[in-house]
């Protein structure tokens, strides 16, 4: 008698388990497609308008976003945050930004937002172009953060099609730093220099495990000259490369 009810009990709860296995709740099975979409259109309402104007599309966790967006920025955020919505598998984008009136006037408002950049500092030097609406970025920062920084203010400019970010981060050194800060001061209290200000420097100190290189503009060949000099009679310094140009403007680099 005992024997046979142990049978039936271990029958009862395979029954009750296969049961529990075959009939879980959808949610268990994760986020429904329609659920994934209203996940996502609520992220991007919360980018701006052109993004949450977007048109959205959801097929088996994939997420399509088509339309036109307002900038770069606001593309790849939209991108990023649909990504992170819970259940999406991958992400399909076929989404436009609209175009400069040209490169110049594009390339104008790119060096506006460098220039405006609080972070941006005579130890730092970037250089670049605009080329149908992409910006290649080329130079050299002080730290990562200012990379990041500067590649957020130019995908945010419209007309911005794409960002080739090529900057150089230059590494952490204490010797580096006392000594961008030596020759920097030099410069900027000698004579030559004394219509000039650190605040927008026409010359910028690159300083990298002892190389030291001079980028910039001044109004002429005394003040080039005055500039490699100090810059070469520093403690430490291992090499200069002086690519100044001499071009009657000097201030505002």
Known sequence: MT?????TVVTMVTTVALFLAFHRPLSAAGPSDSQIK????????????????????VKSGVVM????AGTLWTKEEAVRRALKVEGVKSLEADVTIPRAENDEALSREVVKRIRDYDLYTVYDNIEGRV??????L???????????DLVERIARV??????????????????????RVAIATAIYRDEAFIHYSMVDPPVHVIVNNGHV?????????????????????????LAVENRIQVT?????H
């Open 3 to 7: 024997p046979r009810l142990r049978s």
């Open 38 to 57: 209203a996940d996502v259109q609520r992220q991007l309402a919360r980018i701006d308008r052109s993004a949450e104007r977007l048109t959205l599309d």
């Open 65 to 68: 976003l088509s339309g036109e």
């Open 131 to 136: 080329r149908d609406g992409h910006v290649r």
């Open 138 to 148: 080329e130079g050299a920062v002080t730290e990562d953060k200012k990379s990041a």
């Open 158 to 179: 419209k007309g911005v099609q794409a960002i080739d970010n090529r900057l150089v981060i230059l590494p952490a050194s204490q010797s580096d730093d006392r000594l």
């Open 213 to 237: 290189q001079l980028v910039g503009y001044v109004r002429s060949q005394v003040e080039l000259i005055k500039a490699e000099s100090i810059a070469r009679s520093g403690v430490g310094v």
């Open 248 to 252: 009657g403007r000097g201030q505002g």
